[in-house]
Nanobody, 123 residues
Framework: QVNLAESGGGLLQAGDSLTLSCAASGGTISHYTVGWFRRGPGKEREFVGSISFRGSSTWLSDSVKGRFTITRDNAKNMVYLQMNSLNAEDSAKYFC????????????????WGPGTQVTVSS
């Protein structure tokens, strides 16, 4: 059992950069693979990326590869999503999620979810 909470969302302009944070409590984040997902207006939940227990492996979706980076600081019980060159298609509510298994792009493989944080990008 672990509780997750995202923070760092906001209103930005195209080309801006932003870092989202995922804070864990009630458990140790190093015990979990952590994924980032997003849900935009009129869209289903979309896989963004995932990072392994110790951060040695990451997997990013093709839509964000080269622009986004996932990192983690297990000593702080934190995982980050660094976003660069944002555009309007990145506008969505972003969620972090924890899994006790390997890296996966399937939401059903993740056991615990945060409430999400909104990112809105205007052109």
């Amino acid at each position: 059992q672990v509780n997750l909470a995202e923070s760092g969302g906001g209103l930005l302009q195209a080309g801006d950069s932003l870092t989202l944070s995922c804070a864990a409590s009630g458990g140790t984040i190093s015990h979990y693979t952590v994924g980032w997902f997003r849900r935009g207006p009129g869209k289903e939940r979309e896989f963004v990326g995932s990072i392994s227990f110790r951060g040695s492996s990451t997997w990013l979706s093709d839509s964000v590869k080269g622009r986004f980076t996932i990192t983690r600081d297990n000593a702080k019980n934190m995982v980050y999503l660094q976003m660069n060159s944002l555009n309007a298609e990145d506008s969505a509510k972003y969620f972090c999620a924890a899994s006790d298994g390997i890296i996966s792009d399937r939401p059903t493989d993740y056991n615990f979810w945060g409430p999400g944080t909104q990112v809105t990008v205007s052109s």
